[in-house]
């Protein structure tokens, strides 16, 4: 690692130890294994002294579940001693591949399910921890982070019970609103951009593409994601537009104003590659909105990025986009359970993020700074830098 040097210099704040809900397994594994790999090539001048005790194992993962009783009803059971150690906790609230018996009936575990089991392995630790890092990828009731009128705050209230109950530090992805963190001032709150991986992604995948403005251009699919949309044109060195929805707000369908039409703020699209980047895509039908406006602009390929691609109604839409040439490629990462299916699609690249996972928990488990891991504007120029020497050799 690239960070070694400044991790040699700081001894862990506690004992490592992960805590991956049965909704994030298979991404605590992965995290796991790099972790593992790591240390132990890891060479500390004191290795043997009681401070570094258990640093280097073969697993850092504590056992612990959620058995449920026939009525539903369930306890957090951690198998393995924690006293003095650093925890990681990571779940997927989206994860909806879960069940559980409910008298007999089987059930799909929902958000509130998940956020649930959370609590009780937070309460099973006991406050014998030294310290709780929650990572909650997809931000529990993000949707749901300000008041519009006589309405519930579901995300504040989500984060200031996960404080009450000691947790010190909470990590997430691309919040839908950041700001939400005013509800925890005194505590940690990261939100993380996986800007890097979107950009490493797409050159790993895609050999032709010219990265200037006269060839390629970054689209807001609306004014809430504009921010996103800005830092990446700028890291990119591109322009930027965006689209903004009309709604009709004489009528509430399924708890929202419809939306009429998207309108286009920018420069001309025609001949370019365009990049559309949003938080989520849920059901998709923005994105394949703004996708058909940019195409009827006379725009080139489009590629489809989202942090968390949920497809809450599948893929077929997307599949008659792609053979109808509306979109090119889609990019989502792997912080939400992803479907075979969608892996299997010839249109879909997969961002992974268990590395940088895991690098963030190493820094944090040493107490050292995140901050160039949260910024990636280095790590995007080096590789923007051989993306475009190959392009040229060629």
């Not at 959370?118 to 310290?131: D, H, M």
């Not at 001032?185 to 951009?193: A, I, N, R, T």
């Not at 929805?245 to 509430?252: A, G, L």
């Not at 390929?301 to 599949?319: M, P």
Request: proline letters at 3%; aromatic letters at 8%.
């Amino acid at each position: 690692m690239a960070n070694d040097e400044k991790l040699l210099q700081m001894l862990p704040a506690g004992t490592l130890g992960l805590i991956p809900l049965e909704s994030f397994q298979e991404m605590g594994k992965k995290v796991d294994r790099y972790l593992v790999k790591w240390r132990a090539n890891r060479k500390y001048e004191h290795a043997d002294t009681f401070a570094m005790n258990r640093y280097s194992r073969d697993s850092y993962i504590v056992k612990a579940s959620c058995p449920r009783f026939g009525s539903g009803e369930a306890k957090g059971v951690i198998s393995d001693s924690v006293r003095g150690y650093d925890l990681y906790l990571m779940v997927d609230v989206t994860n909806h591949h879960l069940t559980y018996s409910l008298c007999g009936h089987t059930n799909l575990m929902s958000p509130d399910d998940h956020f649930a089991d959370l609590k009780r392995i937070i309460a099973a630790v006991g406050g014998k921890a030294r310290r709780i890092t929650v990572i909650i990828p997809f931000l529990y009731e993000s949707r749901q982070h300000k008041r519009t009128s006589r309405e519930s705050l579901d995300c504040a209230l989500a984060l200031q019970d996960l404080i009450n109950m000691g947790v010190t530090n909470i990590i997430t992805f691309d919040a839908h609103d950041p700001k939400v963190q005013n509800a925890i001032p005194l505590k940690g709150f990261d939100s993380v951009q996986p800007a890097y991986q979107f950009i490493k992604g797409l050159l790993n995948n895609v050999k032709d593409l010219k990265i200037d403005n006269d060839h390629m251009m970054v689209i807001s699919p609306d004014e809430g994601g504009t921010n996103r949309a800005i830092y990446l044109a700028n890291v990119l060195g591109l322009d930027m537009g965006m689209f903004y929805k009309r709604r009709d707000y004489s009528k509430i369908v399924g708890g929202r104003n419809p939306i009429v039409a998207h309108e286009f703020l920018g420069s001309s699209v025609e001949g370019k590659d365009v990049l559309i980047i949003d938080d989520m895509i849920s059901s998709g039908d923005s994105m394949i909105d703004v996708a058909t406006e940019l195409k009827k602009r006379k725009a080139n390929r489009i590629f489809v990025i989202s942090t968390f691609g949920l497809f809450t109604n599948g893929l077929e839409k997307f599949d008659k986009a792609y053979n109808d040439g509306i979109i090119y490629r889609l990019l989502t990462t792997n912080l939400t359970c992803q479907d075979d299916e969608l892996l299997s699609k010839p249109y879909y690249i997969n961002c992974d993020m268990s590395k940088y996972i895991a690098y963030i928990i190493d820094n944090l488990n040493h107490d050292v700074s995140i901050s160039e891991l949260l910024d990636p504007y280095d790590r995007i120029q080096r590789i923007l830098t051989k993306y475009k020497a190959k392009n040229i050799k060629k």
